[in-house]
């Protein structure tokens, strides 16, 4: 059976899976139970100074697919709004209590060097396994000279990062925003303050929707509303191309990565480790669907890595990196062309209608004297773009087929169709 357990920037943990700073964090009574079913580690709700914030009501909003599939949650919730004191405490009997397990506390002070200084070692001695930054948090906090407003200044983040590192000894993770243009800069910061680990994303700046008849975004507080924080199964993308950014830029190479954002699953877990990151968090899919995912999540994940050979994490951990490019290096000569398994198409339609309206008229439709229908692909017309494969509601009824090809390997830079590859040809040529 595959070993599951890790060495994160020296936490280690039974799993990859770690609830991530959240409300599903925020007290002792929550975390113990959420040991008891089998997490591996927790990032516990980010403290702040005293007097703790206060929160609103109502908190939550959801962007909704069929069904009532919640797809994307928003939240307004502040850092914790229990004391300092009361939070300490409690890290520190579930600590005692859970030894094996990875306790993370999540932090966030004001740019001040002595909070940090009269803080830290309080964190410290509670016998916690690391801290995490919260440069993140886009609602309420960045009003106050905090989360997004650090996370977007990599001046900030190195400055902070540097000063946990000096009044602390425990590894330090910097949460990052996804909030900004390129989040490769402020992981170079971190690393630059002497980062054990980054961990991202963070939430994303976002309303839900509109309640039309009170004319207000949800969620609504009296009359009114904010942006708050994205997350859920509808940020993976976001989050896995962030991931795959710091994991494969050279100045931040090597770097431990705790990977965040729409994992719901072991399949969800596995390719953000195989992007680069040494651990998971969760938080969306265990507000929804309880502590107990968690197990389907091990045993998917265990069981796959029994199915592909992989003994540990770190066997497959970063496999995908070498594979994720720039466009400019993709290989231009490359083609696939649509295939339609009959026996398997229903004669819905859908790829035909999709590719006719929208993309190059590559299907045709055929009809007989009886009215039935049948589809199939003009491969001289098709381009390959998966727009039918994405549309057919049918798995592995149409698939993308690679064409034999006797041309050599051939990017955008040496492409003599782009004018500035000619040129540099020229150039060279003198």
């Keep these: 059976m595959a070993d599951l357990s890790i060495n994160f920037a020296g936490i280690k943990s039974p799993n990859p899976f770690w609830l991530a700073s959240a409300p599903p964090t925020d007290k002792a009574y929550n975390v113990i139970r959420a040991f008891e079913a089998g997490w591996g580690g927790v990032v516990w709700k980010t403290l702040g100074e005293d007097p703790a914030p206060v929160n609103v009501s109502s908190r939550y909003s959801a962007h909704y697919g069929k069904n009532r599939e919640v797809i994307g949650f928003n939240n307004i919730e502040l850092i914790t709004d229990r ?64 989360g997004a407003a650090v996370g977007q200044v990599p001046e900030y983040v190195e400055m902070i990062t540097r000063w946990c590192k000096k009044y602390c000894s425990l590894p ?32 994303i700046n976002s309303i839900t929707s509109i309640d039309l008849d009170q004319m207000v ?57 195989a992007l680069g990151a040494g651990s998971v968090q969760v938080c969306t899919a265990a507000m929804l669907h309880g502590f107990r995912i968690v197990k389907e999540m091990t045993d998917g994940l265990s069981r796959w890595m029994d199915e592909k050979g992989y003994e540990r994490i ?45 993309s190059h008229q590559s299907i045709s439709q055929l009809i007989s004297a009886e009215g039935t229908r049948r589809y199939e692909v003009k491969k001289e017309e098709c381009v390959g773009c998966n727009l039918c494969q994405i549309t057919c509601p049918v798995e592995e009824c149409i698939t993308m087929v690679p064409q034999v090809s006797d041309k050599p390997y051939m990017n955008w830079t040496q492409d003599p169709r782009n004018p500035r590859a000619v040129a540099s040809a020229e150039i060279k040529a003198l």
């Design 83 to 146: 004391s300092l004191e009361l939070n300490l405490q409690e890290i520190t009997q579930v600590k005692k209590d859970w030894p094996d397990r990875a306790m993370i506390v999540s932090l966030m002070f004001p740019c001040e060097e002595e909070s940090w200084k009269r803080v830290l070692p309080l964190v410290e001695a509670t016998g916690a396994d690391g801290i995490e930054l919260n440069f993140g948090c886009p609602h309420g906090m960045p009003e106050r000279g905090m």
């Design 314 to 358: 770190s066997d497959f951990s970063g496999k995908a990196v070498s594979n994720t490019t720039d466009w400019k290096y993709l290989d231009m000569n490359y083609q696939v062309i649509a295939e339609i398994d009959q026996d398997k198409c229903i004669q819905c339609g859908r790829c035909y209608i999709a590719c006719e309206d929208t």
């Design 217 to 273: 975004a949800r969620p609504i507080v009296g009359t009114q509303s904010t942006h708050g924080g994205y997350c859920g199964s509808a940020v993976k993308p976001i989050a896995l191309n962030m991931v795959a950014e710091i994991a494969r830029d050279s100045a931040t190479k090597g770097l431990p990565i705790s990977g965040i954002g729409g994992v719901g699953n072991w399949r969800d877990a596995a390719e953000f480790l």
């Design 172 to 203: 330090v993770i910097v949460k990052l925003t996804p909030n900004i243009t390129d989040v490769r800069i402020p992981a170079r910061a971190a690393l630059a303050g002497g980062a054990d680990a980054v961990s991202l994303i963070n939430t």
